[in-house]
């Protein structure tokens, strides 16, 4: 099974402030990669897929990169809603597998 | 607007059989895969198996592979995951989560249902 590692594992960042996520695959997945948002409570939202294509109705402060191994997920400029959980995910291999997420806070 | 419904809250004995339920609407049920993903509390997202809606065709991770049911309704539009012999360490939030278009059935999720607690307690 592919591992997905993501880090940090806890980003505290200010308002208006440039976050960066990362996360890292145990063996190639190619460009078939997410990233989700999570909130409590809520239903985790897609972010973007095939590494780098932002979801229908995603902001642009929100992107992707990477392929193979190694992935970024860049918040250019972190808004008040934008405080939550972040995962990835790669859908190259069985089972597909998930990060443990990383959380950003309010610094 | 595409949207996954799922059943409410559950609480359970050891031994004891769940079934958790999620409802499609605003797309053709039949046309995507859905998924089943769980967390429990304070681990990461687990993925649990994969249910084609036109045939019932599944396919379940080994970890879950004879404890774990998933079927469809497609009058309902309804996707069911049955979990038996309950546990402690089955205590999570249960997902279901959209998956490809029929023929792709490795992609992203999207959407996500809103997620059914599962609690195992004696």
Redesign the interface.
Known sequence: EIVMTQSPATLSVSPGDRATLSCRASQSVTN?F?W?QHKPG?????LI??SSTR?TGIPARFSGSGSGTEFTLTISSLQSEDFAVY?C?Q???????????TKVEIK | QVQ?VQSGAEVKKPGASVKVSCKAFGHTFTSYYI?W?RQAPGQ????MGIIDPSGGTT?Y??KFQGRVTMARDTSTNTVYMEMRSLRSEDTAVY?C?RGGIRGIS??????????TLVTVSS
């Open positions: 078939n997410a989700y809520q239903a985790p939202r897609l897929y095939d979801a995962f995910q859908y190259n291999n069985w089972p597909l597998t998930f990060g443990g997420g | 996954l998924h993903v990461g997202l687990e993925w396919n991770a080994q997902y989560a490795m992609n992203w999720f999207d959407p996500w249902g809103q997620g």
